[in-house]
């Protein structure tokens, strides 16, 4: 049986740089400032720990300890839920979403595949020097054949269909296909399969979207674009350090993104206010311990 291991954020993946792309100043402010919110997004823990629950569930082939463990997590992040409520929904939309996914795809996935890897970090060196990471869901394979799949998580209660559509279209997954071929090239992956969970007013709903698939010539274009905004971002962050340039005028806001999906970024009371990386963090905010940001970490370790 796999080792069992704690879901993270990827450190120099996906989140990281799209979000520079989205918001060069709520990047600084997360990755060179450090802060973050003492209270955090319902919807980001609760996807954290239906993934846990999932893990689980492949490492052990037991939906109970999936459960289990979904609990377990959530429980454990208790003290970030700012409405108490928030938490007892959390608990009740986990376990139906993860009891109504067991029963659509789960059992059968059990029987039709082989469990390769789950919450696998992969570390794919650019040729430029630069390292992209990109930690994979479950990577499975097909019994009697060769073919393996990547499974992606998705947990919404908005729309599993535009989930879907999201999935398609973001470079998320093509980070994932790209890591696994630079760091897993004698795998034979065929795509990525988004594995959406909908859960709204007890209604659930789970879905498999079709297989996202990225050819060569594209998994080059996205490696040469990623290569450009991690080279400007460690180009930027080295600039700060020198303490030459005013973190306004590399780190600019994005102010479509204040309001994105008609909630306030975390950010937002902070974003136009003078900030120091060392000290007391802001009311309401942490400040991240400086070994717990390996992205940084590693582009500081690029010469440019």
């Not at 993934?51 to 003290?79: C, M, P, V, W």
């Not at 959390?90 to 067991?102: P, T």
């Not at 040469?224 to 303490?243: F, N, P, Y």
Request: hydrophobic share 35%.
């Amino acid at each position: 049986m796999m080792k069992e291991q704690k879901r993270r954020e990827s450190a120099s993946g996906y989140h990281f740089y799209n979000l520079y792309q989205n918001c060069p100043r709520k990047w600084y402010i997360r990755y060179l400032m450090r802060l973050e919110g003492e209270f955090k997004a319902p919807p980001l823990m609760l996807g954290s720990a239906v993934h846990e629950g999932k893990a689980t569930f492949y490492q052990s082939g037991s939906i109970d300890k999936g459960i289990k463990a979904f609990l377990r997590d959530l429980k454990a992040n208790q003290g970030s839920y700012e409405d108490i409520d928030d938490y007892d929904l959390a608990k009740r939309r986990g376990v139906d979403m993860l009891k109504k996914w067991y029963v659509a795809h789960g059992a059968d996935d059990l029987s039709r595949y082989k469990v390769v890897a789950v919450e696998e970090e992969l570390i794919a060196k650019m040729p430029n020097g630069f390292i992209l990471t990109s930690r994979l869901d479950a990577v499975l394979q097909r019994n009697r054949s060769s073919e393996m799949f990547i499974m992606e998580t998705k947990t919404t209660g908005y729309s599993a269909i535009m989930a879907d559509r999201f999935a398609q279209a973001s470079d998320q997954l093509t980070t994932e296909l790209y890591a696994a071929w630079r760091a897993r090239p004698k795998w034979p992956i065929v795509g990525v399969i988004p594995d959406i969970m909908y859960e709204n007013r007890h209604k659930v709903e789970c879905i498999r979207g079709d297989i996202v698939a990225r050819s060569q010539s594209e998994l080059r274009e996205y490696e040469q674009g990623t290569m450009g905004v991690l080279s400007e971002i460690a180009q930027k962050a080295s600039a700060w350090r020198s303490r030459r340039y005013p973190p306004e005028s590399l780190f600019p806001r994005n102010t479509s993104w204040c309001l994105s999906y008609n909630h306030k970024c975390e950010y937002y009371d902070i974003c136009r206010t003078v900030l120091s990386e060392k000290g007391e963090p802001p009311f309401g905010f942490t400040r991240i311990p400086i070994d717990k940001e390996a992205g940084v970490a590693l582009l500081k370790k690029v010469k440019i």
